[in-house]
């Protein structure tokens, strides 16, 4: 079955950085859009950040434009999140995503998420 794992999240302080791994099985990774979002408490969840099948297109959040950097390995099964100058508005669980086709629905499938908290 399909599954994500998120990795790398922690406390860092302001201006920090943390990288974020989120390993995928049960799918045709290489073939898949995948995405990063986050859920600060009391907020409703927000997409960070959207990646390609192939690597060659990303898009941000107006929030983290310039700071944080999608990428992933088709070979590992893996998308990154590097997150850099850290903010305490960037604390929050973050959650790999992907979005499928199945039996002609497409779905919506998600890790647990991983607790990233910026504080000094």
């Known amino acids: 079955q399909v599954q994500l794992v998120e990795s790398g999240g922690g406390l860092v302080q302001p201006g920090g950085s943390l990288r974020l791994s989120c390993a995928a099985s049960?799918?045709?990774?290489?073939?898949?859009?995948m995405n990063w979002h986050r859920q600060a408490p009391g907020k409703s969840r927000e997409l960070v950040a959207t990646?390609?099948?192939?690597?060659?297109?990303?898009n941000y959040a107006v929030s983290v434009k310039g700071r944080f950097t999608i990428s992933r390995d088709n070979a590992q099964n893996t998308v990154y999140l590097q997150m850099n100058n850290l903010k305490p508005e960037d604390t929050a669980v973050y959650y790999c995503?992907?979005?499928?086709?199945?039996?002609?629905?497409?779905?919506?499938?998600w890790g647990q998420g991983t607790q990233v908290t910026v504080s000094s």
């Open positions: 995503n992907t979005r499928l086709r199945r039996v002609g629905l497409w779905s919506d499938y």
């Open positions: 049960g799918f045709t990774f290489s073939t898949s859009i």
């Open positions: 990646i390609g099948s192939a690597g060659l297109s990303t």
